[in-house]
């Protein structure tokens, strides 16, 4: 895949998250090269400019001389890699790396091809960096983690190898490259910039609408399970609406649900009029919830393409104006989004998870299971589903509102893009156990109604499920089947069993 700078879509950062092979436009080149003329224009001036040759943050008007410039550059990288925490993955790493490459070759930020190159061949080389996952507060950029970045291009710190970290100097003579010595302002570019707060909240975007097409499936079968309608799915009530999200998820569960034999064995005589809401408004909350991630990748793309370090270059004037475009606040908006999108998809499954052991509600067998009381059945299931959805709530409070002063108060507003795009791993992985619990639960329900069966795309979810994991009679130990279900549903087995092709997809 060609990295485009600017033009870049989320399907194209997913591809990289993913491992797909990775490589530079050449075409930017003479952009990078006239933004680095303008860096060396300014030093034969003896201008003082800062990022180039004066310190940082609060110390901007101190004059850096030209002999020391290599040395301001490295001990600033060395002095920001200050970070604490476990290590980032590795797929996040990568889209870290090719996140700062697509900025960098926008040329505004005067570092040298030769930098360029360096960034390539840690993608050509898979050389992922040691980035401690803690000390970004989004804005300066993410410099903490940044740094830990630079130092591998360094030959400094260790790398994520096969067998465990490796020294970094050594990765980088076994791929033939150098350790790098930085130029005017290029520790500076390296180090500003939200390309890992924005590669973390990607991450949290993708996996969370992986797994919100994933509830849109146990849903449907949830429905079924407790023999709901299928009416408040009709399309002329969400056209009379008007939102895209709400139209396309009604359209999907419609999509599901036809054909049900279960649906049909209810069409008449049925004396509930209507069904709970966390079965009859899927299309309004998952709508919405769909139509927030939409949102929030539209912002992340276009921040993904963007410029995002400080002081900026621009060749065509000469000029290298200092602003802010390291602050992450979109970013951090962004994530805040999509922490409410998990948390709500995941309250909507969890009521439905409680409707299905309720009796006075599903009209299935207590917890689920023909012989309740001897067996507890599907009971500790649903208590574990509201826990991880209480702590998903806990977790989707806002950071972007929780901005705390640093560097003796230069900069005194942040954005905390990174703290609250991190989160998003946590609740994606909560949601996800919820989701299987779902999976498990609605199967079960629909082997209860037997010989009654279901569609053919939930009839095939259902199918697959019970490849691994056999319907539940006698009580057994519950987490392995969690696991198993949860396994289906990240690895998107369960919904190419489906096979539905009218789940909502992100289009930034």
Request: hydrophobic fraction near 50%; include cysteine.
């Amino acid at each position: 895949m060609i990295i485009s700078p600017g033009t870049m879509r989320l399907a194209d950062w997913r591809a990289v998250q993913e491992g797909d092979a990775a490589r530079l436009d050449a075409g930017c080149r003479a952009a990078v090269e006239a933004a680095a003329g303008c860096v060396a224009a300014i030093l034969e001036r003896d201008e003082a400019v800062y990022g180039i040759n004066t310190g940082f943050g609060r110390l901007a008007s101190t004059r850096i001389e030209p002999a020391d410039l290599a040395t301001l550059q490295r001990n600033l990288v060395l002095s920001h890699a200050a970070g604490v925490g476990e290590a980032l993955p590795a797929p996040i790493v990568r889209m870290v790396i090719a996140l700062k490459l697509a900025s960098l070759a926008r040329g505004a930020s005067g570092v040298r091809w030769e930098t360029i190159e360096a960034l390539q061949g840690l993608l050509d080389h898979d050389i992922l960096p040691v980035i401690p996952a803690q000390g970004s507060v989004g804005a300066s950029g993410d410099l903490a983690p940044l740094a830990h970045m630079t130092c591998t291009l360094l030959g400094i710190g260790e790398v994520l190898g096969a067998a465990g970290r490796e020294d970094a100097a050594a990765a980088l003579g076994r791929a033939g490259m150098a350790p790098l010595v930085l130029g005017p302002k290029e520790g500076l570019a390296l180090l500003n910039g939200t390309q890992v707060s924005t590669a973390i909240a990607l991450t949290g975007l993708f996996r969370a609408e992986r797994l919100c097409r994933a509830a849109l499936l146990t849903g449907a079968l949830t429905t079924d399970a407790a023999r709901g309608s299928d009416a408040p799915f009709d399309s002329r009530i969400h056209a009379l609406r008007g939102h895209a999200g709400q139209m396309a998820v009604a359209a999907a569960l419609r999509t599901l649900l036809a054909g049900s034999g279960i649906r049909d064995s209810h069409r008449t005589g049925d004396p509930r009029v209507q069904d709970p809401y966390s079965l009859r408004c899927q299309p309004q909350v998952m709508g919405a919830v769909f139509d927030l991630l939409g949102q929030a990748g539209r912002t992340l793309a276009t921040e993904a393409n963007g410029v995002s370090d400080n002081p900026l270059v621009f060749a065509e004037t000469g000029e290298v104006i200092s602003g802010g475009n390291f602050h992450a606040e979109y970013v951090a908006f962004a994530a805040d989004q999509i922490a409410l999108a998990i948390a709500e998809a995941g309250s909507l499954a969890e009521r439905r998870i409680a409707l299905l052991v309720d009796p006075a509600h599903s009209g299935l067998p207590a917890f689920l299971t023909r012989a309740p009381g001897l067996n507890s059945g599907y009971m500790i299931p649903q208590v574990t589903a509201a826990a991880l959805v209480a702590e998903n709530r806990m977790l989707a409070h806002p950071a972007s509102v929780d901005s705390i002063p640093t560097s003796a108060n230069q900069e005194d507003h942040v954005s905390m893009a990174t703290h609250g795009a991190m989160r998003l791993l946590r609740m994606a992985d909560n949601l996800s156990h919820v989701l299987a619990i779902e999976y498990l639960m609605a199967a079960q329900g629909i082997d209860l109604l037997a010989p009654l069966a279901t569609s053919a795309p939930l009839g095939r979810m259902h199918a697959v499920l019970r490849e691994s994991v056999p319907v539940l009679g006698e009580d057994r130990l519950m987490a392995p089947d969690i696991a198993r279900a949860r396994a289906l549903i990240e690895s998107g087995a369960a919904e190419r069993a489906a096979g539905c092709d009218a789940l909502p997809e992100l289009d930034a």
